[in-house]
C-alpha cells in the first residue's frame, strides 16, 4: 500500500504537466483509495490495542482487527482526514493566485468537506464510546485529563465547524493566510487531543486484558507476586547481580540471608531497578509524569499499602507485580531519592 | 545468567523461516535503495562539480532521481525493522531504548535530509552555492545515519554488555545514549558503502546503456562506472576481509555463505571490465543484476550471522509458533493486487511520456 501511494504520489508530482485529464483521475483516485486503505489497516491495529474483543480467549487474528472499536475507528479517523485535509487545502488557497470565481467555488467546496469531517468525527466518537469495555468509560467519565481532551475536542469541532460555516462556505473572501494557519493549527491541535484521549483511556494495558503498560502480561501477576519481580525479570536480574554482589545465588535464584542483610544503598539500588521497569515506562521521578511530588505527605506505611494494591488505587494504574520487600525497596527508593548521592 | 526474557508465549504468526525470508527480501530492497543515497549522494555531488560536462550531467541525473530512491527506500526499510521486531523483539526493542535518543534523531535528520534534497534539486539553477551546500548537508546526514543503524545491529547482537549502557538522567529516566561504536560496526559500515558504490556503479551503467539509449556520454559513463566499481570492491573487499576474522566462527558451518558474498562483487567486476573492452546493452543488464545478487547474498549471510551471533540467548527454531494461515494468505492476495496497480501505474506513466513525446515530436 505505501508503495502505491508512493508511486501514484510521485506520478502526480512528476507527471502532472504530461497527464491527460483521465490519467489524472485515475492515479488520484489509485493513491486516494489506497492511503485510505492504510488508514483502514492502522485503525485495525490501534483500535486492538484498546478493546482486544473475542481475541483475548480465541487469539485469532480477525477477532484482533475487526475489534469492537474496529468500525468507529475508522470513521473517527476518515472523519478527521477529511477535516484536515479540508484545512490544509484552505491554507493553501489562501496564498494561491487564481481566478477569483474558481477559487471561491473551491473553498466552498472543500469546506463542506471539512463540515463532513467533523461530523464524522463526532459520529465515531459517540459509537465508539457506546462499544467501549466499562473501564474505558469511566475513565472518560472521571479522570480528569482525558475530561480536558474530550472538552478540548468538542470545543474545537464545534468552533472550526462554526468557523467555516461562517467564514469560507458563507463568504469565501474571507479567507486569509493568518486565518488559515490559525484553522490549520486548531485542527492540529484537535487531532492530538485526540490521540491523547487514545493513549489515556488505553491505560493500564498497552493490549486490552493481555499486556500492562510496564509490559508485564497481565496472566503473569499473580506467579510474579509469589516468585518475587526479582527472580522472574531476567534482565532485572541480569543487572542486579552486576551492581549488587551476592544478591543471586549460584541457582539463579534470590538469596534470601542477603535480602535480610541488605544495606540502605542495596535496597536503594534494587528499589531504583523496580522503578525503572515498573513505573518507568510511563513515569519519572521529577520529570515527565513525575512520582515523587504526587507522594509527598504519605507515610511509607501507607505507601507501602498504596503500592500493594495499586490498581485499586487508581484505575489507570496496573497492579504491582512483586513481593513485600520488594515493595520496601522500592519505598526506600523514592524516600531516599532526595539524598541518593550518599549511594553513589 | 541470560538477559533476555522469556518470548512472546503468542508465537509467530509465520514459521520464522517465512519471516526470515522476508526479513532479508525486505532488507535486500531497502538496501538497493540505500545504497543509492548512502553512496549516491556523495558521489553525484563529488561528479557535479568536477570540470567534465559528461560527468556533470550523470552526477546530475543521479542526484535527480534522489527523492524517489529516498520515498522507496525509507518506505522499503520499514519491512525488514517491521520482520526484526516480529523474531527478536527481546533484542531490537531493549537495544533501541540504550541508544533511544540517536535512534529518535533519525526521524528529524531524515526530514531535514530529504527536504535537503528537494531545496538543492529545485534550487540549483537559482542560488548554486547554497543548493550544492545543502547536498552536502543532506550528503553527510545520511552518511552519519548510517553509523546509527551499524551500532544499532552491533548493541542488539550483544545483550550482555547491554548493564554497561545503562545509565539514569537527574529525573529517573533511562538516559538512552549509548552508541555502540566498534571495530566491528565500523567494518559493516564500510561494507555497506563499498556494496553500494558497485551498485551504484552498476546502476549508472543500466540507466545510460539501457534505459536512456544516449550515445554520446557512454565513453566517459563507462570509464566512471568501471572506476566506482573498482572503488566500490576495494572498500568492500578490505572491510570484508578483516570483518571475517570476527564472523568466522559463525560461518564454519556455511562455507558457501562466508566467500560467495565475496565472490560474486569480484564476479561483477570481472563483467564490468569486460563490458568496458566491448559494450553492450545485455551487458549492462547483467552487470546491474550482478551488483544486486551481490548485495542479495551478502543480505542472506548477513542473516545467518545475525541468527548466529543471537544463538546464545536464542534458538529461533525454539520460538514459539501460533500460526494463522488466513492473514497469510490476506497478505499475499493484497501483494498480487498491489503488484498489478504498480505495473498498471507504470504502464500509464509510460504511455502518457509516449503520448506527450509524440504531441512534441509532431509539433
Known amino acids: 500500500m505505501f508503495v502505491i501511494e508512493l508511486a501514484s504520489a510521485f506520478g502526480l508530482f512528476y507527471f502532472w504537466d504530461k497527464f491527460s485529464q483521465n490519467s489524472h483521475k485515475t492515479v488520484a483516485f489509485i493513491y486516494a483509495i489506497f492511503a485510505w486503505l492504510s488508514l483502514v489497516v492502522i485503525s485495525g491495529i490501534t483500535s486492538f490495542m484498546a478493546t482486544s474483543g473475542k481475541w483475548i480467549e480465541t487469539k485469532n487474528f480477525w477477532y484482533g482487527f475487526i475489534n469492537p472499536t474496529f468500525l468507529p475507528t475508522i470513521v473517527t479517523r476518515t472523519g478527521g482526514a477529511l477535516a484536515i485535509s479540508s484545512l490544509y487545502i484552505q491554507l493553501h488557497l489562501s496564498f494561491y493566485k487564481a481566478q477569483e470565481s474558481v477559487k471561491k467555488n473551491v473553498i466552498k467546496w472543500t469546506s463542506r468537506w471539512g463540515i463532513v469531517g467533523f461530523i464524522l468525527v463526532s459520529l465515531g466518537g459517540l459509537w465508539w464510546f457506546g462499544v467501549v469495555p466499562d473501564f474505558i468509560k469511566i475513565k472518560v467519565q472521571t479522570a480528569t485529563v482525558v475530561i480536558i481532551f474530550i472538552t478540548i475536542v468538542v470545543f474545537l469541532i464545534i468552533a472550526l465547524s462554526l468557523t467555516l460555516i461562517a467564514g469560507p462556505i458563507r463568504n469565501p473572501a474571507w479567507l486569509s493566510p493568518p486565518l488559515s494557519v490559525l484553522l490549520l493549527v486548531l485542527g492540529a491541535g484537535g487531532m492530538v487531543a485526540g490521540e491523547f484521549i487514545r493513549e489515556g483511556t488505553r491505560k493500564p494495558y498497552v493490549i486490552e486484558e493481555y499486556l500492562y503498560s510496564n509490559n508485564i502480561y497481565s496472566d503473569r501477576v499473580e506467579n510474579i507476586r509469589e516468585n518475587g519481580y526479582l527472580n522472574e525479570a531476567k534482565w532485572v536480574k541480569f543487572y542486579l547481580s552486576k551492581i549488587v554482589p551476592g544478591l543471586y545465588k549460584e541457582d539463579g535464584k534470590v538469596n534470601e540471608d542477603k535480602i535480610e542483610n541488605l544495606s540502605d544503598s542495596e535496597k536503594y539500588l534494587i528499589g531504583e531497578s523496580i522503578f525503572h521497569h515498573q513505573c518507568g515506562t510511563c513515569h519519572t521521578t521529577r520529570g515527565y509524569n513525575g512520582i515523587l511530588d504526587r507522594l509527598k505527605g504519605i507515610d511509607r506505611e501507607l505507601l507501602h499499602e498504596m503500592i500493594k494494591n495499586l490498581d485499586g488505587v487508581s484505575n489507570a494504574m496496573p497492579p504491582f507485580a512483586g513481593k513485600d520487600w520488594e515493595i520496601d525497596a522500592l519505598t526506600e527508593y523514592f524516600e531516599k531519592w532526595h539524598t541518593k548521592e550518599v549511594v553513589k | ?363
Open chain 2, 1 to 363: 545468567m541470560t538477559p533476555i526474557p522469556s518470548f512472546d508465549p503468542l508465537g509467530l504468526p509465520a514459521p520464522a523461516v517465512v519471516n526470515l525470508v522476508l526479513k532479508v527480501f525486505g532488507f535486500w530492497v531497502h538496501w538497493f535503495f540505500m545504497g543509492m543515497w548512502f553512496s549516491g549522494m556523495l558521489i553525484s555531488l563529488i561528479l557535479i562539480r568536477l570540470n567534465n560536462e559528461t560527468l556533470s550531467i550523470t552526477g546530475w541525473r543521479i542526484l535527480k532521481t534522489m527523492p524517489v530512491f529516498i520515498a522507496f527506500g525509507v518506505n522499503a526499510g520499514i519491512v525488514p525493522l517491521l520482520f526484526i521486531q516480529v523474531l527478536f523483539p527481546n533484542f531490537f526493542y531493549p537495544s533501541t531504548i540504550l541508544q533511544a535518543w540517536f535512534w529518535f534523531t533519525i526521524l528529524g535528520f531524515l526530514l531535514v535530509a530529504y527536504y535537503g534534497i528537494y531545496y538543492s534539486i529545485f534550487n540549483f539553477e537559482k542560488n548554486k552555492l547554497l543548493a550544492y551546500g545543502t547536498g552536502w548537508i543532506s550528503s553527510f546526514i545520511f552518511l552519519m545515519l548510517g553509523l546509527i543503524f551499524s551500532s544499532e545491529m552491533k548493541l542488539m547482537v550483544s545483550p550482555d554488555s547491554w548493564y554497561k549502557y545503562v545509565s539514569f538522567g537527574p529525573g529517573g529516566t533511562i538516559l538512552g545514549i549509548a552508541l555502540a561504536i566498534s571495530p566491528q560496526s565500523i567494518l559493516r559500515y564500510f561494507i555497506v558503502f563499498g556494496l553500494s558504490t558497485v551498485s551504484l556503479s552498476g546502476y549508472i551503467l543500466f540507466d545510460n546503456y539501457f534505459i536512456k539509449g544516449e550515445t554520446q556520454l557512454k565513453e566517459e559513463v563507462k570509464k566512471l562506472s568501471l572506476g566506482l566499481m573498482i572503488l566500490g570492491i576495494i572498500i568492500f573487499g578490505l572491510s570484508a576481509l578483516k570483518y571475517l576474522g570476527y564472523i568466522n566462527p559463525y560461518l564454519k558451518d556455511f562455507v558457501l555463505w562466508k566467500y560467495l558474498p565475496g565472490v560474486l562483487p569480484v564476479l561483477t567486476l570481472i563483467m564490468a571490465i569486460m563490458f568496458y573492452l566491448k559494450p553492450s546493452k545485455t551487458f549492462s543488464l547483467l552487470i546491474f543484476l550482478g551488483a544486486l545478487i551481490s548485495l542479495l547474498v551478502n543480505s542472506i549471510s548477513r542473516q545467518i550471522v545475525q541468527i548466529k551471533e543471537l544463538e546464545p540467548f536464542l534458538k529461533i527454531k525454539h520460538l514459539p509458533l501460533r500460526i494463522q494461515l488466513s492473514p497469510i494468505l490476506l497478505f499475499l492476495i493484497t501483494l498480487i493486487i498491489g503488484l498489478f496497480v504498480l505495473g498498471y501505474l507504470l504502464k500509464v506513466y509510460f504511455i502518457e511520456t509516449r503520448r506527450c513525446r509524440n504531441v512534441l515530436q509532431g509539433s
